[in-house]
Each structure stands twice: as structure tokens, then as C-alpha cells.
């Protein structure tokens, strides 16, 4: 919807969303704002010099709707010199900032409009805020009561002192423009900017209103995403931010009365700084407290008393530069450790030198030798001979280990020595609860798909699909990722927004889609022979995802199968559908053990087969749903079909994260009698299909180019950092059909 601006072409609201390695949330974040109800705004969106792609989803944005407009900066400044850029380029009524991670509550821009105008144009409108916890608990804004309180009509500071005591903070207001050019209000660059442009507006403000409505949803991160949760010397900002607020309110004789309760206020926020483990590295804890007695030094006023309260004490050893008795509080306040039993058990297991040529495999909870870890193994063989690797299996199948690759029974004695002498675990699915990560391993998380499907923290809001989910112990299984595998910027997002933790994105492809494009044509015939096709025959790989809480069901402790095949077509039609030379190749989802069932001889169940791969090389055309085998089948540029005949219920169930009948990957059918008239037809091949399949591909099959195990390999354990760049899709050259070539 367009932007409904007045008769001057000035929008109502200007909206600066300053961004710099935020990715993840920034979609959730534009897409709050341009949902508003009240259409009459312009997003500047920044991009920070940001280094994971930010610029590019503004960007897309601003193709997508003429509101958004985007800067770019050819160095990252920080936060408030890049809300200075957002700010010159605001032509608004009034300004708002807001941050690239948080988003806006619906009705939230029409509120703030109504208020305006039955305050009759204040300097500055101030509303409410929660905080959301990565795992989905929100939590009221501790002095919300103020606005009901002390909140009505139009006021200064002075007179309603309360609402400087909420945080510092500039994305909680919207302040008319006019005002910030008349006094020529601007951002300082570090940490902390937030606080001498919220005591500078507020205190000169006139004419102050509030919203008593949650506008922000402030966003908690669990690890990172905050740069104020940051150990780094940058947290000393804080004195030179203060330092501006009481040379402000020290330069007007009439601002006198604030010198006190900014003092107060400035020791409470060095105080959470120093409290915060996270915030200082243990090397300059000390300096920082001595810093805080200079800056207090500095501005206490005079005939300064602190209160008799625990507050005041605390205020006392920042301006007494007691930091003898500030550290010797906090070690008291800790409780001792004793350690468990089993601690100690794996401190004994534990005395050994990791192994640094010792690397441990893992795929499908320990039930097959396949997917990505597979490929790496055996790039791994390839190009670091030096390297030991052991596949890990479950005693109930050991069978699917190839002869001649080393593998280990998982909970075996000999597991457990090797879990305590291995430097790497390479796996696609979280590792056991008990595993105990030492000091030096490195854990690869390599994934097993594309999400389509509602993964991680997301899967909160659906019960159905995550039975007893336990996202604590989800984390910290998480949280022994050092690396994580992407194969396209679109699953980077989602890896690092449903999994909230400390790990680096490899955006390197998938490594079991090399042979896709590696194969040759020579290859896909003989893979074909293998199950009795030749050229002349139309090969379809019919392979559907499961259901949730029908097929099986996701417990903390992985899939449950609950007895479906997850089909839903007449394998027997399906064959008569694909003409005299059709043959059916049929792949239910690894989970399931339910073999499908069906009585012509042109139907081969290849649900058992060790390398899924190999079945979509021999595939002409591959027909699924809401599985990710269609974003790996993709890379060869055939025919795909959709049947998503009961996309209401799944969604419903399970959710997705985008709708993939509005960007297929070829052509959808909502009922299995459509889909078998597209395979009768010939619809399934014609124009119209391809050209969805091209979008599809250039979005997804990014980085899928026939060299991620390389890149793996040489990046984790040859250590190396000049890696092959990705070739462009143009210049990828799959093989194609055989029954294709032979037509």
C-alpha cells in the first residue's frame, strides 16, 4: 500500500532503521512496520556497512514498496552516527527510531497519530514497550503503571519527572522533526549514544504526551545481537556519553534541580554495566570501577550525601573508589560450587590430550552413513589423509556402515574414549544430551535441509509438532556449535534467529548436493541401470515430508514414528499417470518406517535406499510437498511438482516460513487428481513451470555448487581461509535428464 502523505508530500511519520550484522530479525522488523495499519510513513533503513547481507534485504524491500528507502555507508560508524545518516534524509512530520532487531506491535503508527492530534502536536510523544525473550516470553515494561498514572495531557519533565526514570533509550518516543532541527539534535558515536540524546530532547522538550499502549517489542537476545552486551573496551563509552549529559545540564542554570538525579542515575547505569560479567573482560574490571570513581569525581554535586539504602551504599563505593569492598560483596554474594559426582567422573575421562587428527561422524541420530557429514568424510579422505575418522552408529544399525569405513557403537566404551579424545564432531543433527564438549572441540552442525518447515525456537507455536519441546535443553545442545552449514542466505537468517547461540554461519553449500553437480551424464545412466531404466523411460521420484502428529511426532530426544508413510497419491495411478515408459520411484521421509504399498510393477520403494542423492540424479521430474528435497533437486534444473493438498492443515500444525505455493519451485497442485492430469499432459514441463523453477533456483541454490565439502574441509581442519569462491548459477552445468536428452 502506498504511502498516503499530505498535500506537500511530507509523510506523517519518518522511521530510521539503522542496521549493522542484523539479518536475522530484519524482516520480522520491516515487515511490523509496513503491516501498520496507518500507511502514511517512509522507512530509511541504513545499512551500516553491515557485512552479512543486511543491505541486500533493505534493499529487496525498497524494490518491493516505495516507503522504504535505504542508505548506504562505506564504513561501519555505529548505531547513533548511522541513525545521524537515517536522520538528514527524513522528511516526516515526525521521527522515530527503531532498532533493526525489535519490531512494532499491530495499530501501533495509527495510536501514535491519534495522540498526536488530541495533544495538538507535541515536541515529543513517549510510549510503552515489551521485552520478547528468545523463547517467546514477554515481559511488561516494569514502570508501564506511569502512563495510566501520571501520563495525561501534555507536560515537561520537570513536571513528570517519572519518565526519565525509564531507560535511556530513543526507540520508545516519536519526537516532531521540526523540533529536532530547531535545537539541531544529533546522535554521538559509541556505545551508550542513547543517553545524553534522551536527557537532551526530553529536558528541552515543552510539550511532552504519552501513548499508554505497547508500541516496541524490545528484543531479548539470548547470546549476542546486543553490542552493549559486548566484551570489549567500548563499554568505556559510557563515561564520555555521561560525561556530555552533565556538561548539558551543567551548561543551562535553569536545568540546576537535574544535577542530582542525573548523578543517580548515571552510578545505577555504570553499576549494571560492572555487574554484568558479559560486559568486561576480567582484565579491565578494575580500570572500569576506577574510571567510574574519576567520572563520579568529576560531576558529584555538590553536598552530595547517598542514600541510606542498598542502592546508595553501592553508589557509595563508586564515589568512594572502594573497589575493595565492591569485589569482596560480590564474591560473598556467589554460592559456592560443589561438583557433582559425575563431574568429577568426566574431569578423570577427561585428563587425555585431544587427538588432533581424530574426527568423529554422525548423521540421522546415529541411524545412517549419508547427508552432508557423509560427503565431508569423504572429501576429508581426500584431501587430509591425516585424519581419522569414525562414524558413529546405534547397535541397531550398524549395518548401513559401508565396509571399510571405521565406525564406533554409540554408548560403547570405546564411544565414550573417543567422545574424550576427539577434536571434531561433524553431524546434521544435535548431538546426545550427556555428551560432555571439552575445552578445544569443534563441533560442525552440517543441517539436513532448506527450512521450509518451522524449525528450532519457532516451534513453540506448535505444539503438535513439538511434543514436551524443552527449548532450555534445545540450547544447550546449541550451544555446542562452533560452525553452522547454510547452502543460502534465505537459511542463514533462520539458522541464526531460531538458534539463539555463540556459532559461526559457514555459507558454503551443502555438501551432499556436491554430486548433483558434479555428476555427469555417464553417471545418472548408471545410477538408472541400477534400478532397470534406460533412457526411454520417465523416471519420477515421488518423496513427501511426514505429518506431524500423523506420521510421527518431534520429541526433545528427536522423531518418533507413529506409524505413517506420509503418503498421499495412488502410487499404482501415479505409475498409469506417467504413460507406458513411466517408472515410480517412491521416498518416504527417514523417520518413517511404514513402507508404502502398491501392486504395479513400475513402482520401486526406494525409501531404504543409503544415498537419496543418487535418486534424484535418476529422477526426470520429482514430485514432493513441504519436504526440503525440493530445494536440493532444484540444483539440477528438472521438473518438480507440488501437491499440497492439505496445505491448511499443515500449516496449521507445523507451519512454514514462507507460502511455497506463492514462489514454487515449478508447478503446484492442490489435489492428487491435478497432479496426475499435470504428469498426463505434459504440464508439469511446459514454460510457465520453468520459470517459477528459475526463480526458486537463484534464491535457494546459492551456494550449492558442487564445492562445499572442499570449502568445509579446508576450512575446519586444514585451517585454511582462502577457500574457492562460489561459481555463479550461470555458470553451473548439472547433467541433464537422460529420458530428456533421448526425447
Not at 517512509?42 to 543491505?55: C, F, H, K, Q, R
Not at 510510549?127 to 495531557?153: K, P
Not at 567510574?292 to 553536598?303: C, I, S
Not at 514430485?623 to 530445494?631: E, M, P
Amino acid at each position: 500500500m502506498a504511502a498516503s502523505t499530505d498535500s506537500a508530500g511530507v509523510p506523517r511519520f519518518s522511521i530510521v532503521v539503522p542496521c549493522h550484522a542484523s539479518r536475522a530479525w530484519l524482516r520480522p522488523c520491516l515487515d511490523s512496520v509496513l503491516s501498520q495499519s496507518c500507511a502514511d510513513f517512509e522507512i530509511i533503513g541504513v545499512d551500516d556497512a553491515s557485512p552479512d547481507g543486511s543491505g541486500r534485504i533493505l534493499e529487496e524491500y525498497a524494490a518491493a514498496d516505495p516507503r522504504v528507502r535505504v542508505l548506504h555507508l562505506s564504513e561501519n560508524v555505529g548505531l547513533g552516527l548511522a541513525r545521524n545518516a537515517g536522520l538528514k534524509e527524513c522528511r516526516g512530520d515526525y521521527v522515530l527510531f527503531l532498532d533493526a532487531d525489535d519490531v512494532y506491535r499491530p495499530g501501533s503508527l495509527a495510536a501514535i497519530a491519534a495522540r498526536i492530534d488530541d495533544t495538538n502536536r507535541p515536541d515529543i510523544v513517549m510510549f510503552d514497550y515489551e521485552r520478547i525473550h528468545w523463547d517467546g516470553q514477554v515481559v511488561r515494561n516494569q514502570r508501564h503503571d506511569a502512563f495510566a498514572r501520571e501520563g495525561a495531557g501534555v507536560f515537561t519533565a520537570a513536571e513528570r519527572p517519572v519518565f526519565l526514570t525509564f531507560l535511556e533509550v530513543v526507540w520508545n518516543k516519536a519526537i516532531r522533526r521540526d523540533f529536532l532541527t530547531l535545537h539541531g539534535f544529533v546522535f554521538t558515536a559509541g556505545f551508550y549514544e542513547d543517553a545524553p540524546w534522551t536527557y537532551s530532547t526530553m529536558l528541552t522538550a515543552q510539550r511532552i504526551a504519552t501513548l499508554d499502549q505497547v508500541v516496541v517489542h524490545y528484543r531479548q537476545h539470548r547470546t549476542g545481537g546486543n553490542i552493549h552486551a559486548t566484551a570489549t573496551r567500548q563499554q568505556f563509552d559510557i563515561f564520555d556519553q555521561y560525561d556530555r549529559v552533565h556538561a548539558f545540564i551543567t551548561s543551562d542554570p535553569e536545568l540546576a534541580g537535574w544535577r542530582r538525579f542525573a548523578f543517580d542515575r548515571s552510578l545505577d547505569h555504570i553499576l549494571a554495566v560492572i555487574d554484568k560479567p558479559e560486559r568486561l573482560a576480567p582484565e579491565d574490571r578494575a580500570e572500569f570501577f576506577h574510571a567510574a570513581a574519576a567520572f563520579a569525581k568529576r560531576w558529584k554535586p555538590e553536598g552530595y550525601v547517598v542514600d541510606k539504602t542498598r542502592r546508595g551504599f553501592r553508589r557509595w563505593q563508586i564515589v568512594h573508589d572502594d573497589y575493595a569492598t565492591y569485589t569482596t560483596l560480590k564474591l560473598s554474594a556467589k554460592m559456592l560450587a560443589v561438583p557433582s559426582p559425575r563431574k568429577a567422573v568426566d574431569k578423570l575421562l577427561h585428563r587425555g590430550d585431544l587427538d588432533p587428527n581424530l574426527a568423529l561422524y554422525g548423521a540421522y541420530w546415529f541411524k545412517q552413513y549419508a547427508c552432508n557429514p557423509r560427503a565431508i568424510y569423504e572429501k576429508a579422505a581426500e584431501l587430509a589423509p591425516q585424519l581419522r575418522g569414525v562414524w558413529v552408529v546405534d547397535a541397531e544399525h550398524v549395518a548401513a556402515i559401508p565396509e571399510g569405513v571405521e565406525y564406533v557403537v554409540a554408548g560403547s566404551p570405546a564411544y565414550q574414549k573417543l567422545v574424550a579424545k576427539a577434536t571434531y564432531f561433524v553431524s546434521n543433527m544435535n548431538l546426545p544430551n550427556e555428551l560432555d564438549k571439552r575445552d578445544g572441540q569443534i563441533h560442525l552442525q552440517t543441517q539436513h535441509g532448506t527450512p521450509l518447515k518451522t524449525m528450532g525456537t519457532d516451534l513453540r507455536h506448535y505444539p503438535a509438532a513439538a511434543k514436551d519441546l524443552d527449548l532450555e535443553e534445545l540450547m544447550r545442545q546449541v550451544d555446542r556449535w562452533d560452525f553452522n552449514l547454510s547452502s543460502n542466505r534465505y537459511s542463514s537468517e533462520i539458522w541464526e534467529r531460531t538458534y539463539p547461540a555463540h556459532f559461526e554461519e559457514l555459507e558454503y553449500g551443502f555438501p551432499r548436493n556436491d554430486r548433483l553437480l558434479n555428476a555427469t551424464v555417464d553417471d545418472v545412466r548408471a545410477i538408472r541401470a541400477s534400478f532397470g531404466f534406460d533412457d526411454s523411460h520417465l523416471v519420477v521420484l515421488y518423496a513427501p515430508t511426514f505429518r506431524d502428529g500423523v506420521d510421527s511426532v518431534r520429541t526433545p530426544s528427536g522423531l518418533v514414528d507413529l506409524g505413517g508413510d506420509g503418503i498421499h497419491l495412488d502410487l499404482d495411478q501415479l505409475a498409469a499417470a506417467a504413460g507406458d515408459h513411466g517408472r515410480v520411484l517412491v521416498r518416504t521421509h527417514y523417520s518413517l518406517s511404514k513402507h508404502p504399498t502398491a501392486h504395479s510393477d513400475r513402482v520401486v520403494d526406494a525409501s531404504s535406499h543409503p544415498r537419496v542423492e543418487d535418486l534424484m540424479l535418476a529422477a526426470d521430474v520429482l514430485i514432493s510437498d513441504y519436504s526440503s528435497i525440493s530445494f536440493d533437486y532444484a540444483n539440477l534444473d528438472r521438473p518438480i511438482v507440488l501437491l499440497v493438498d492439505d496445505l491448511g492443515a499443515y500449516d496449521s500444525t507445523r507451519g512454514t516460513y514462507f507460502d511455497i505455493t506463492a514462489f514454487p519451485p515449478g508447478l503446484v497442485a492442490r489435489s492428487p487428481e491435478e497432479l496426475l492430469s499435470a504428469l498426463q499432459t505434459g504440464a508439469f514441463a511446459k514454460a510457465e513451470a520453468a520459470k517459477h523453477r528459475q526463480l526458486f533456483r537463484e534464491k535457494f541454490c546459492e551456494f550449492d555448487d558442487g564445492r562445499a565439502a572442499e570449502r568445509v574441509v579446508r576450512r575446519i581442519f586444514l585451517g585454511e581461509t582462502e577457500l574457492p569462491p562460489i561459481t555463479p548459477l550461470a555458470e553451473r552445468h548439472p547433467a541433464p535428464s537422460p529420458h530428456q536428452l533421448s526425447s
